[in-house]
T-cell receptor, first 111, second 111 residues
Framework: SAVISQKPSRDICQRGTSLTIQCQVD?????MFWYRQQPGQSLTLIAT?????????ESGFVIDKFPISRPNLTFSTLTVSNMSPEDSSIYLC????????FGSGTRLTVV | KQEVTQIPAALSVPEGENLVLNCSFT??????LQWFRQDPGKGLTSLLL?????REQTSGRLNASLDKSSGRSTLYIAASQPGDSATYLC??????????FGKGTRLSVIA
């Protein structure tokens, strides 16, 4: 199965700023998925990122707040924009090849 | 739309006990059922993947079963150890769609 490198692993950010999270996959994949895990909660899908097209966002998530790039078949970024303390979560990327694998997560704290 | 439910939400057992974690899903046209482990503040580790044509998978002390007709999966852990303490997440998808997660079972194995 695919191996995903995700960074940063954690960050503490000031409210109103933005953070970009990167995921690099060791093989080419058609779709990449971005999830959010709020404290004490399970994972919620933010969006699906296909190479060469705009990401598809789930209900409750919008492109202006969570812009996603997918420049090629092995890389994607998620930006959390204009952050507030409510954005404090773990953010994870995932790909589905022979089952789904996940990056190690980015633990974001907004102060 | 697939929905996944896990019970119990938390479980505490003495070391050495065998235990069962339960997962139910609403859409029987399931494609993959996957069990993950998550340690506090960390990413997800895939434990077992059951594809729609399979009924169970085993890895070491872990055994996962899938019953599509009843919409249920179980994760059996034999001879539990303190190192098994973690949150266990069940996730499923229908067709080539992203995984939908349950809220997890938080397991504590007491030495």
């Amino acid at each position: 199965s695919a191996v995903i490198s995700q960074k940063p692993s954690r960050d503490i950010c000031q409210r109103g700023t933005s953070l970009t999270i990167q995921c690099q996959v060791d093989s080419q994949v058609t779709m990449m998925f971005w999830y959010r895990q709020q404290p004490g909660q399970s994972l919620t899908l933010i969006a699906t990122a296909n190479q060469g097209s705009e990401a598809t966002y789930e209900s409750g998530f919008v492109i202006d707040k969570f812009p996603i790039s997918r420049p090629n078949l092995t890389f994607s970024t998620l930006t959390v924009s204009n952050m507030s303390p409510e954005d404090s979560s773990i953010y994870l990327c995932s790909v589905g090849t022979e089952g789904y694998t996940f990056g190690s997560g980015t633990r974001l704290t907004v102060v | 739309k697939q929905e996944v439910t896990q019970i119990p939400a938390a479980l505490s057992v003495p070391e050495g006990e065998n235990l069962v974690l339960n997962c139910s899903f609403t859409d029987s046209a399931i494609y993959n059922l996957q069990w993950f482990r998550q340690d506090p503040g960390k990413g997800l580790t895939s434990l077992l993947l059951i594809q729609s044509s399979q009924r169970e998978q085993t890895s070491g002390r872990l055994n996962a079963s899938l019953d599509k007709s009843s919409g249920r999966s179980t994760l059996y852990i034999a001879a539990s150890q303190p190192g098994d303490s973690a949150t266990y997440l069940c996730a499923a998808n229908s067709g080539n769609t992203p995984l939908v997660f349950g809220k997890g079972t938080r397991l504590s194995v007491i030495a």
